[in-house]
């Protein structure tokens, strides 16, 4: 079975927006802090409805926010 892997650029994006703070996006999301540091980190899947809003206060399409790989095993091929 592959594994499947759930990327951001949260992190420069919000750097790349006049280093807006973690609380900030948190607050233009409507969620908290913790959330956005658990997604920056990768230990939390968003919704896809929170994806979108965080694209949103980026004024970014999506794919330039989150990224889905999927690795196949070496024994698929």
């Known amino acids: ?3 499947n892997h759930l990327s951001n650029n949260i992190r420069r ?3 790349d927006n006049d280093e807006m703070t973690q609380q900030e996006l948190a607050d233009k999301a409507k969620v ?3 959330t956005i540091v658990a997604i920056e ?3 939390y ?3 896809l409805e929170l994806a979108f809003r965080i694209a949103h206060v980026f004024n970014t399409p ?3 926010v989150f990224s889905y790989n999927l690795e196949e095993d070496s024994d698929k091929k």
């Open 1 to 3: 079975m592959g594994k």
């Open 32 to 34: 908290t802090r913790q």
């Open 41 to 43: 980190k990768g230990k």
């Open 62 to 64: 999506l794919e330039e």
């Open 13 to 15: 994006l919000r750097f």
């Open 45 to 47: 899947s968003p919704s």
